[in-house]
C-alpha cells in the first residue's frame, strides 16, 4: 500500500498554502485530510518552515539589502487521514521540483531544485537579497514516480527586500525542539521553543504558538500540529518560522478477557456448565479509531464440541489479535444401553453359569471414558436383574448405575433326584418291580425324571435314576442289585451225566428226573422248563452207559410230588447209531444237558 505525505518548507515567513490558488480553509498546516486546489486532490505535499499564518496572497520573507541572506527548510509534510500510516514514497521512488525566483533583480534562489527520496529527506534553500523590492519564490513539479499526486504549492512564498534603516536590522527567528515532518508518540512531544535573534533587541526565546491538532484523531489528540513564531522588533520588521509535525499513537489496542467460572468445571478443560466470555477491549491514545472484529460477548448454554471465539482489534496505534479463546461444553451425560451377554445357555431361554452382561454408552459430544463394561449376575431365579454401572464421559458428567438393566433366567443348580423303593439282591422269578423316579427342581422346574437300566435277568444290574430341569441341568442317582440263578440237580439215574453217551434202543422213552431250587424253594411249575433236542457226533471215544431203565409212552414233562421231582418221560428217535443231546432249560436260562446214542 502507498502512504501519503505533503513536502512543506521550514523557512521564515512562510505558511502552507498562501497562494492565489489555496484557501485558507484547506488548513494544510494544520493537517487537514485532503488538500485541494483546482479540483484535484493530494495524497501529500511539500512544504516550507515559514510562518504557520494564512495570508489572501502569499507568505514574506523580509529582507534587508546587504544584510544576509534567508533561509527556509523544505521537508515532506504528511496528510492525515488518508487511509495511510505514513508518507507515499516507498522504496526507490522520488518527487523532484524545481525553485526560480520570479525577479532575480530583486532576489535569487539556491538550489535550483531539489529531490525528496524518502518522507525524511529535507532541502535548505538560500533566497540572497540583490536589490529592493518584491519577488515570488515559486516551486514547479518536474518528477513523480509514485503512484500518488503531490502538491507542491506550499513551497511557494514571498520575499520583500528593503533598504536597511539607519539603525535596524530585520531579525533572524528559528524554531527548536522539534524536528519539521517528525512524528512523536502522544505524550511525548518536545517542548518547541522560538529562537529571535534581533541586531538592535537582542535574543529572546519565546514559546511557539501550536495550532489545534487535526486528522480523523484530532478529538484524541493524535494528528498534525504547527508550531509557529512571529517577531517584530521596535523598527516594524516582522520575522515567522513555522513546523508541522505528526503526533502518533504508537501503542496497539490491548485485549483481554473474562471467563465465568474462570476455570472448566469438568475435567479435560471441558465446561459442564453454562460458561460466559466477556471481552475488554481498550485503546487508550486513539479510542475515536478503534475497530473491533469479533469482540461479541457470548453465553454458552449448550453443549458443544470445541470452537474457537476470536476476537482481533486496530486503531491508528497498530493492531492485535487475533486473540482466541476455545471453550467446549458437555453437561449431558453418557447414554447407556444393553450390548448383549455371555454364559452357559441351558434349555428353554435359560441360563446354567452365571451371566456377565455387558453395557454400552454413548456420548455426543466429549465421548465416553470407558464405552463398554461388563457386571456378572448374583443369584438364581427366572428374573434376575443385573444393573449397569455407573458411566462417566470425558468431561465428567457421571451416569447413575442402574439406568439400564438386563434380565435373566439363571438356574445354576442340578435338580434333586432318588429312586421311590429299593430293588434287593434275590433269585430269579422274585425281583421287585423297577422303582419309579423322584425328582424335584425350585429355580426353573422339573422337566422330566426317569429310570434306566432295570432288568429281571439273571446277573447284576445298575439302575439310574435321571432328573433334568428345565434349564437343562440334571441330577443322577443309582442302585444296584444281582438277580440269582436257580440251582439245578439231575438228571438222576437211569441217565449219566458228565458228558458220557447213554445208550438206549431207538424209539425208547426214556425218564429224565431232575429238581430246580430258588435258593431253598423247590421250583415245581413245568411251565417254567422247556427240553430240545439236538443231533450230535458219536464219538467213539466217548464212554457209554446202558439206560437200564426204561418208561412207556410218548414225550411229556411232569412234577412228581411224591418223589419232588420233575419227570421228563422222552421218547427218542428211531435210527440206531445217531447220538443226540438233551438238553433243560429254566425259565431263569439255567440248563441240564446229557448224550445219548441210539442203537
Known amino acids: 500500500m502507498k502512504y501519503s505525505a505533503v513536502i512543506q518548507d521550514t523557512g521564515p ?37 515559514l510562518d504557520g499564518t494564512f495570508d489572501s496572497v502569499a507568505e514574506i520573507m523580509p529582507l534587508n539589502l546587504g544584510g ?7 521537508y515532506v509534510v504528511k496528510i492525515q487521514g488518508d487511509g495511510n500510516n505514513g508518507c507515499t514514497i ?88 522539534v524536528t519539521p515532518g517528525a512524528s512523536y508518540a502522544k505524550g511525548s512531544v518536545p517542548t518547541t521553543v522560538c529562537n529571535v535573534t534581533d541586531a538592535e533587541d537582542g535574543s529572546s526565546s519565546p514559546s511557539a504558538t501550536l495550532s489545534a491538532i487535526t486528522g480523523p484523531a484530532a478529538a484524541d489528540g493524535i494528528g498534525s500540529q504547527t508550531a509557529s513564531c512571529s517577531y517584530t522588533d521596535g523598527g516594524g520588521l516582522t520575522a515567522s ?12 489496542p490491548e485485549i483481554s478477557y473474562t471467563l465465568s467460572p474462570a476455570t472448566a468445571d469438568g475435567l479435560a478443560g471441558w465446561y459442564r456448565s453454562s460458561v460466559e466470555l466477556k471481552w475488554t477491549v481498550t485503546e487508550s491514545d486513539s479510542p475515536t479509531t478503534l475497530s473491533k472484529v469479533g469482540c ?10 470445541p470452537a474457537d471465539y476470536s476476537c482481533s482489534a486496530t486503531s491508528s496505534g497498530g493492531s492485535v489479535g487475533p486473540v482466541t479463546v476455545p471453550i467446549k461444553k458437555d453437561g449431558t451425560a453418557p447414554t447407556v444401553s444393553s450390548d448383549g451377554a455371555s454364559g452357559t445357555l441351558g434349555n428353554d431361554g435359560w441360563y446354567v453359569s452365571d451371566v456377565l452382561a455387558r453395557f454400552a454408552a454413548t456420548d455426543a459430544t466429549s465421548g465416553p471414558a470407558s464405552a463398554t463394561q461388563s457386571v456378572t449376575s448374583s443369584g438364581e431365579g427366572s428374573a434376575i436383574a443385573v ?10 458428567n457421571t451416569t447413575a448405575a ?27 422269578g422274585s425281583t421287585a418291580p423297577a422303582p419309579e423316579c423322584v425328582g424335584s427342581d425350585a429355580v426353573s422346574g422339573l422337566a422330566s425324571c426317569v429310570v434306566s437300566g432295570y432288568g429281571i435277568g439273571v446277573g447284576t444290574h ?98 412228581d410230588a411224591t418223589a419232588g421231582q420233575f419227570v421228563y418221560n422222552w421218547k427218542t428217535p428211531t435210527g440206531a447209531g445217531t447220538c443226540y443231546r438233551l438238553t433243560m432249560l429254566a425259565a431263569d436260562g439255567s440248563t441240564i444237558s446229557a448224550n445219548f446214542k441210539l442203537k
Open 13 to 49: 515567513g512562510k505558511k502552507l498554502l498562501s497562494h492565489a490558488g489555496f484557501k485558507a480553509a484547506a488548513a494544510v498546516a494544520a493537517g487537514s485530510l485532503l488538500l485541494a486546489s483546482a479540483g484535484v486532490v493530494y495524497a501529500d505535499a511539500i512544504s516550507n518552515n
Open 68 to 74: 544576509p541572506a534567508g533561509s527556509t527548510t523544505l
Open 90 to 177: 516507498q522504496g526507490r521512488e522520488a518527487v523532484s521540483l524545481s525553485l526560480a525566483s520570479s525577479n532575480t533583480a530583486v532576489a535569487t534562489v539556491t538550489p535550483s531544485s531539489a529531490t525528496f527520496g524518502s518522507c525524511g529527506d529535507t532541502t535548505l534553500i538560500t533566497v540572497t537579497p540583490v536589490g529592493v523590492g518584491t519577488a515570488s519564490v515559486t516551486a514547479a513539479l518536474t518528477g513523480n514516480t509514485t503512484d500518488d499526486v503531490y502538491d507542491v504549492a506550499p513551497v511557494n512564498f514571498s520575499v520583500k527586500v528593503t533598504a536597511p534603516a539607519p539603525s535596524n536590522t530585520a531579525p533572524i527567528i528559528s524554531i527548536s525542539g
Open 241 to 252: 518560522s513555522s513546523v508541522t509535525y505528526n503526533i502518533v499513537d504508537v501503542t496497539a
Open 296 to 305: 461479541e460477548d457470548q453465553t454458552v448454554t449448550l453443549d458443544q464440541l
Open 387 to 396: 444393573l449397569s454401572p455407573a458411566f462417566t464421559d470425558n468431561a465428567g
Open 402 to 428: 442402574g439406568t439400564a438393566t438386563q434380565t435373566f433366567k439363571i438356574d445354576k443348580t442340578a435338580p434333586t433326584v432318588a429312586f421311590s423303593s429299593t430293588v434287593d439282591t434275590g433269585y430269579f
Open 462 to 559: 445298575t439302575l439310574t435314576a435321571t432328573a433334568t430341569d428345565v434349564a437343562g441341568n440334571t441330577a443322577t442317582a443309582t442302585q444296584t442289585y444281582t438277580v440269582l440263578a436257580w440251582t439245578l440237580k439231575g438228571f438222576y439215574q437211569p441217565i449219566d451225566m458228565g458228558g458220557v453217551l447213554n445208550t438206549v434202543k431207538g424209539g425208547s422213552t426214556v425218564p429224565a428226573k431232575f429238581e430246580v431250587f430258588a435258593g431253598n424253594t423247590e421250583i415245581t411249575d413245568p411251565g417254567l422248563m422247556s427240553f430240545s433236542m439236538a443231533k450230535i457226533s458219536c464219538s467213539p471215544v466217548v464212554p457209554t452207559d446202558e439206560i437200564e431203565t426204561t418208561a412207556t409212552g410218548s414225550t411229556s414233562l411232569r412234577y
